[in-house]
């Protein structure tokens, strides 16, 4: 069983959980952008949460099924199509072979994650198969995916109930689907995004520690994988201030000389020499990798508990639907 790319589109390319337990070596950990779709797309047709799966930016994106394959597409709405008819999102979903998706437009979000049943056939590099695409690790050849490469799927013997399921009913559609849903406003249409107060975040004068709160910034077409780049009021020290690279992680709002602040996110660099002024909290990462350039967002600051608290009540929420899926799933 496999994928055909029949176009690539803006950027698309193979992404898990990340590659941990090398950054002491300088690997970054790359993986989603937006790591909570990405869990979901997998449960819902039966994977591990952390499967690989692939990451849509933006559109363009086209893919040939050449086996009937069960897919999930979670995150933005890209506008994913079938022969004209819109695929649904949080959902899973049995494609015909022969069948065309395509990714046609960017009607909310900016990132969508298509996970397949079985995950794809991708080799680990350290641990992961997510790509790096500065570095050429990982992936699928390390890079970008192009027009006509073909992705195959991971040989499992274990037949899909919902597959047998959906294909009593599946007459001459090219896909079918079910009548329930994931919900996804966890995720997108978030603008004011939760943040804790940085190591250096004192260091900060006191009108600019003001701004930081009270303005919008705005995502600058500068912006990528690595980092968002912010433009608005310039954000400016008590006094000058020599810092050692210290370890960054995802989700740290550093603050360069020019004073506009950068978001680190999933293709950051292991260390950052820049002043820190906050730290996003985990919850809200997925929300910053919905966002597109051009987007203003303002920051929100809550404590390190608080933060905490709204990790675990989002890992609940996910064991909640791991729960519901399977209890779908024993009723069919």
């Not at 590659?19 to 990405?38: C, E, H, N, T």
């Not at 559609?173 to 995720?187: L, M």
Request: a negative charge; hydrophobic letters at 40%; one cysteine or more.
């Amino acid at each position: 069983m496999s994928i055909k790319v029949i176009r690539p589109g803006l950027l698309a390319s193979i992404q898990d959980l990340g590659r941990y337990g090398f950054q002491k070596y300088g690997i970054i950990v790359s993986g989603a952008m937006d790591s909570f779709s990405l869990r979901i797309a997998n449960l819902l047709v039966g994977n591990q949460e952390g499967e690989a799966a692939i990451e849509v930016t933006m559109m363009g994106t086209s893919l040939q099924f050449e086996k009937d394959s069960l897919i999930a597409i979670t995150g933005g709405d890209l506008s994913p199509v079938i022969e004209g008819k819109k695929v649904p999102l949080w959902k899973p979903v049995l494609v015909k072979k022969g069948s065309i998706l395509q990714f046609t437009a960017c009607r909310s979000g900016c990132r969508a994650y298509m996970a397949v049943f079985g995950g794809y056939d991708i080799p680990e590099v350290m641990n992961s198969r997510s790509t790096y695409l500065r570095g050429t690790i990982g992936g699928y050849e390390g890079r970008a995916l192009q027009a006509n490469d073909v992705l195959l799927f991971k040989k499992n013997e274990q037949a899909h109930d919902l597959v047998n399921h959906l294909k009593k009913e599946w007459k001459d559609k090219s896909f079918h689907t079910v009548d329930w849903y994931v919900p996804a406003d966890q995720v997108l249409n978030k603008q004011e995004i939760l943040v804790i107060k940085g190591a250096e975040f004192e260091r900060f004068s006191s009108e600019s520690k003001t701004t930081f709160f009270d303005e919008e910034f705005q995502i600058t077409p500068q912006s990528d994988r690595m980092g968002y780049r912010l433009s608005g009021s310039e954000l400016q020290l008590n006094e000058p201030f020599e810092l050692l690279s210290e370890a960054v992680a995802e989700g740290t709002i550093q603050v360069p000389q020019d004073g506009n602040p950068i978001i680190l996110l999933a293709d950051r660099q292991t260390t950052g020499g820049y002043p820190r002024i906050a730290q996003i909290a985990t919850v809200d990462l997925p929300a910053i990798a919905q966002l597109k350039p051009g987007e203003k967002i303002r920051f929100k600051e809550i404590t390190l508990e608080e933060a905490e608290q709204l990790y675990l009540m989002r890992e609940q929420n996910i064991e909640a639907i791991k729960t519901g899926l399977l209890l779908k799933q024993r009723s069919l």
